[in-house]
């Protein structure tokens, strides 16, 4: 079963409205969580490194005051996309550190955003 | 030059054939590598890691080459159900809290016919 769960699946809003994806780490801590975009028939593309009790760190390009993160607890991290336009529809993944060595990567099953 | 690089594809085989993929990586200090397959709009899946001295899993084999930095996919005897895009993955930092950050290569299509 999923050991990093994300929700919604898909989402469908419209241009201006903001959307909250969350990725939750159903049995182990993360304290590192990775946030990816990918369009389509391109690779995945860091957005931000999500750290709990502190700012994420967002890659160069990314704008911090538009793609929000929020990483207040061990298993859970929030993307907001703000003010969403046609151009932000992608899919979403987040992926989390985890396993006995604290070394495994585990994927979420990604978000797919569409805005209309 | 782009940090992770992986051959354009896409490949298109018949079944029995067999395929290989490269991917080159411009940071020497880059530390772990992997191999993932994501099928279409799904999450990426870990299909193996990369060992220094080459590694095998039934039908694939993955090298690295850290000398010429660069990582290989082989798959024999390809199935239909190898259809899906492989993904080059390299970490680059071993420790601390940035070890988790993938960087990706753009991807190969892989389309295995009858």
């Known amino acids: 079963g999923a050991v990093v769960s994300q929700h919604p699946s898909w989402v469908i809003c419209k241009s201006g409205t903001s959307v909250k994806i969350e990725c939750r780490s159903l049995d182990f801590q993360a304290t590192t969580m990775f946030w990816y975009r990918q369009f389509p028939k391109q690779s995945l593309m860091l957005m931000a490194t999500?750290?709990?009790?502190?700012?994420?760190?967002?890659e160069q390009g990314v704008e911090k005051d538009k793609f929000l993160i929020n990483h207040a607890s061990l298993t859970l991290s929030t993307l907001t996309v703000t003010s969403a336009h046609p151009e932000d529809s992608s899919f979403y993944i987040c992926s989390a550190r985890g396993g006995s060595s604290g070394n495994t990567i585990y994927f979420g099953e990604g978000s797919w955003l569409t805005v209309v | 030059r782009k940090e992770v690089e992986q051959d354009p594809g896409p490949f298109n085989v018949p079944e029995g054939a067999t395929v290989a993929f490269n991917c080159t990586y411009s940071?020497?200090?880059?530390?772990?590598f992997f191999w993932y397959r994501q099928d279409c709009r799904k999450e990426p899946k870990l299909l193996m890691s990369v060992y220094s001295s080459g590694n095998e899993d039934g039908r694939f084999t993955a090298q690295l080459n850290r000398a010429s930095q660069y990582i290989s996919l082989l798959i024999r005897d390809s199935k239909l159900s190898d259809s899906a895009t492989y993904l080059c993955?390299?970490?680059?930092?071993?420790?601390?809290?940035?070890?988790?950050?993938?960087?990706f290569g753009q991807g190969t299509i892989l389309t295995v016919h009858p």
């Open positions: 993955v390299v970490i680059m930092n071993a420790g601390g809290t940035s070890y988790g950050k993938l960087t």
């Open positions: 940071n020497s200090a880059s530390q772990s």
């Open positions: 999500s750290n709990e009790g502190s700012k994420a760190t967002y």
